[in-house]
């Protein structure tokens, strides 16, 4: 399994962000990567209060 940089991490995350807008199958799709990885990467950046796009469950 490869492991990838912080860096690379943020660069492909990026591209779910505005101008693109892209979504984690097409980014799987052109950078290779499992969608899996992909939610994981959106979710860890969730947590660490980063913006990210998609769905997000808010709970109270």
Do not use: A, H, Q, S
């Given at each position: 399994m490869p492991r990838y940089s912080e860096e690379r991490e943020q660069t492909i995350l990026s591209k779910m962000?505005?101008?693109?807008?892209?979504?984690?199958a097409e980014i799987a799709r052109?950078?290779?990567?499992?969608e899996q990885t992909l939610y994981n990467w959106r979710n860890k950046a969730r947590e660490q209060g980063r913006p990210v796009q998609g769905k997000s469950v808010n709970v109270f």
């Open positions: 962000m505005p101008p693109l807008n892209m979504t984690i052109t950078e290779g990567i499992g």
